[in-house]
């Protein structure tokens, strides 16, 4: 594994057009990469004269924060601007008046909610790279709103995360979402590396919480 060899910033993996059917052929071998080096993935789909618009898709989770840097600096290095998207599922009727608020991005940022604070600290990372920063908020699908979202801001690049797995083995998880975006994008895709997420709170360490307190 020539990686394990040499510190490497980013690999960078072609894809081939097919032609007949108007799509980029990605080989096995490129998933496999994905899941098994230590740096950031480049996956070269599509023909772009310049990389000046990047999307990165974040949950709002902190776990990502570590490929916004990375994209950050990536961005830094070739004067792009950064667009953050978080995508909400489409929410019952009954609460409206939630997703009003949560479309004000101004509001969003503002407020002391999980989401507002680290989409406000992921975005006042990348400002502090100077580099152009925005926030995009979604509603639906989460797939389909990412290339609704992809389509309509003409993006050069597309960044999305694998989570690093647990355990004494080093590879990386590529979620659901991260495969529809390589199987479905035209533009090139940054597979960019996140921390660890936190484990959540069992039934157990919350029982071990309330013993703790007595």
């Not at 980029?24 to 070269?44: D, G, N």
């Amino acid at each position: 594994d020539q990686t394990s060899k040499t510190s490497y910033d980013l690999v960078v993996i072609g894809a081939r057009w097919t032609g007949a059917v108007g799509e980029y052929w990605r080989s096995k071998t490129t998933y496999e990469v994905i899941k098994t080096i230590q740096p950031p993935v480049l996956v070269a789909i599509g023909e772009r004269e310049q990389l000046k618009r990047f999307l990165v898709c974040t949950g709002g989770k902190e776990f990502i924060e570590q490929a916004v840097q990375f994209t950050g600096r990536l961005a830094a290095a070739v004067n792009a601007s950064v667009t953050l998207l978080h995508v909400m599922a489409e929410p019952p009727a009954v609460y409206a008046d939630m997703v009003r608020l949560e479309e004000n991005v101004d509001q969003l940022l503002e407020s002391k909610s999980e989401l507002g604070t680290n989409l406000r600290r992921q975005k006042r990372e990348l400002e502090r790279l100077r580099v152009s920063a925005d926030v995009r908020l979604r509603h639906g699908i989460v797939i389909d709103q990412v290339f609704e979202e992809a389509r309509e801001g003409d993006y050069d690049l597309i960044v999305t995360g694998t989570s690093q797995a647990r355990g004494l083995l080093r590879h990386y998880i590529m979620g659901d979402l991260t495969r529809s975006i390589l199987n479905r994008a035209i533009v090139p895709v940054l597979v960019a590396r996140a921390g660890p997420a936190k484990p959540g709170r069992t039934l157990w360490k919350a029982i071990k919480g309330l013993v703790r307190t007595r």
